[in-house]
């Protein structure tokens, strides 16, 4: 009897699921400006909804620094805002406990 042979759908770091290498996908970046007035070129590494509104999880490349912002706009354009403090804290503890549910 002849043995069935298939290719293994398991995930390959940098690889999706479609054959395509990470390296193929350009990261989605901002720039903010600091205290000083200097640019600071950061990636976007993560987003998420709470509350019918979408947020972004911004990384600072130089001290790893993460910042979140509320996206206010569609698909082709949006802008990135700071939450009021109180919508901040609640965002950010929801992130937190997504984060703590993947481990």
């Given amino acids: 009897m002849e043995e069935n042979k298939s290719k293994s759908n398991e995930y390959k770091e940098n690889e999706c699921e479609v054959g395509h290498s990470e390296e193929e996908f350009e990261a989605l970046t901002v720039d903010l400006e600091d205290e000083e ?40 354009v949006g802008e990135l805002v700071l939450p009021d403090d109180d919508e901040f804290e609640r965002a950010r503890e929801y992130y937190e406990s997504l984060i703590e549910s993947e481990e």
Avoid: M, R, S
């Fill in 37 to 76: 007035g200097n640019i600071i070129h950061c990636e976007i590494i993560d987003g998420f909804e709470f509350n019918d509104d979408e947020y972004a999880v911004v990384q600072n490349p130089q001290d790893e620094t993460l910042y979140l912002f509320k996206v206010i706009g569609d698909d082709e």
